[in-house]
């Protein structure tokens, strides 16, 4: 019953931008801190950026600060990552995270199943 929906990911250009949404359900969202991680081939997944339950706060892997926002909707039970100014590294399989029992993302209880994004050079 919980599930937590990528959508948006796609091939595109270096330099382009693109922005993932995703809608949870199952769980109190609202109450919930949200994230989203990658993993690039043959590499470990990794944190991208995280906001807090109201969206008052986010955090952001170093080298993604200033190019991606991240951002809340709770009456619509959702999380967007937008993403500026993608580089060929930014090629990777994003994940939705969310943590239900902190309200900012510390541990992760539920995984998205991901959504491809490549940026072509």
């Known amino acids: 019953q919980v599930q937590l929906a990528e959508s948006g990911g796609t091939l595109v250009q270096a330099g382009g931008s693109l922005r993932l949404s995703c809608i949870a359900s199952?769980?109190?969202?609202?109450?919930?801190?949200m994230g989203w991680f990658r993993q690039a081939p043959g590499k470990e997944r990794e944190f991208v950026a995280a906001?807090?339950?109201?969206?008052?706060?986010?955090y952001y892997l170093e080298s993604v600060k200033g190019r991606f926002t991240i951002s809340r909707d709770n009456a619509k039970n959702t999380v967007y990552l937008q993403m500026n100014s993608l580089k060929p590294e930014d090629t990777a399989v994003y994940y939705c995270?969310?943590?239900?029992?902190?309200?900012?993302?510390?541990?992760?209880?539920?995984w998205g199943q991901g959504s491809q994004v490549t940026v072509s050079s």
């Open positions: 995270a969310a943590d239900t029992k902190h309200t900012v993302l510390q541990t992760v209880d539920y």
């Open positions: 199952g769980f109190k969202f609202s109450n919930s801190g």
């Open positions: 906001i807090s339950w109201s969206g008052g706060s986010s």
